[in-house]
């Protein structure tokens, strides 16, 4: 029986050097961040008379044909779409600017070559289209007034300084993001890791299993992901394989670090974290442990030691 025992000869994890990163936030930032926040004072008002333009929502019936044949998937009924969107296959939605509410319309549109249905890949269409309704979105300057109702400030002023300072924080974020990835990569790259495949095995079918899952949930399959994405099962595997390396390896060294170090957590800490997780899944703690068992009550606290030793390794980082 292959041993699962993970071994690890730590490389140098104090002063590793990273890439210096400065936050950043410019006027344009600002601006298309305060032009988007207006879209939710936006109010929808219908256009009988009016005819169809991009950023309009229009409410069809369709039929689409292949040489003549209407194609299964192909048809639907009371359809809302806003035209740019580019919900549905490249040029379609052009060729409904200028429709008024009633117009039937022919759009003709090939397939796009990599389309995830291979039978139609590549293959001309005509959808005869109903306009049955059209909408457009009005969007109104940005006020005081409106600024009170989509934020929790009172003037446009503030709302600037705040959505500057919102900007700013999220990039704070992602710099430490990185900063993390970063030092965590370089002691990874230059210590001697030693993972049983085995354990590689059991974590890639694990992570193709909550794929797996998650695609159930959200009521698509495997075989129509991999479609899209133009994979084999094959190449997942692989993929996950990777991953799974990759994630155990880091894990590895975060826990060699955290032992190097002598970390720890309290008994409160721990319940701590475990009550942020149960009321994320709307549970009790005590649901949450039954669900997770004491091997995922385990793994919750070897998560606080990694936290601490990746705190840990990114405060001693150098920046270059």
């Known amino acids: 029986m292959e041993e699962k025992t993970i071994r690890v000869k730590l490389a140098p994890y104090k002063g ?135 934020s929790p400030c009172k003037t446009v002023e503030e709302f600037r300084a705040h959505v500057e300072e919102q900007i700013r924080s999220h990039k704070a974020d992602q710099n430490l993001q990185d900063k993390e990835n970063e030092a965590l990569s370089y002691i990874v790259e230059h210590s001697e890791i030693e993972i049983p495949e085995e354990l590689v095995r059991e974590r890639a079918e694990v992570l193709k299993n909550n794929l797996i899952a998650q695609l159930r949930n959200s009521g698509s399959t495997l075989e129509t992901w991999l479609d899209y994405n133009n994979m084999t099962e094959e190449m997942l595997d692989a993929s996950a394989v990777n991953d799974a390396l990759s994630m155990l390896k880091g894990q590895a060294v975060l826990a060699e670090v955290a032992r190097a170090e002598s970390f720890g957590y ?41 936290k601490q030793a990746l705190d840990y390794i990114t405060a001693q980082s150098v920046e270059q």
Do not use: W
Request: aromatic content about 8%; charged content about 30%.
């Open 16 to 150: 590793v050097p990273v890439q210096k990163r400065e936050v950043t936030v410019t006027e344009n930032e600002i601006l298309a961040e305060m032009e988007r926040a207006r879209g939710y004072a936006s109010k929808t008002v219908d256009k009988p008379d009016g005819t169809a333009e991009m950023g309009d929502q229009v409410v069809i019936d369709f039929v689409g044909y292949i040489d003549g044949e209407a194609f299964e998937g192909g048809d639907g009924e009371d359809y809302p779409i806003v035209l740019g969107s580019n919900t549905f296959i490249p040029g379609f939605e052009e060729q409904l600017v200028g429709a008024r509410a009633g117009d039937c319309v022919d759009v003709k549109v090939p397939f796009p070559e990599n389309y995830h249905a291979k039978e139609y890949a590549g293959r001309d269409a005509i959808f005869k289209v109903t306009v049955k309704n059209l909408r457009a979105t009005v969007v109104p300057e940005l006020t005081d007034e409106v600024v009170s109702r989509i």
């Open 266 to 306: 309290t008994p409160e800490q721990l319940m701590q974290e475990l009550f942020e997780m149960a009321r994320g899944y709307q549970m009790t703690v005590e649901e949450l442990r039954q669900k997770i068992g004491e091997k995922g009550v385990e793994m919750v606290g070897n998560d606080l030691l990694h």
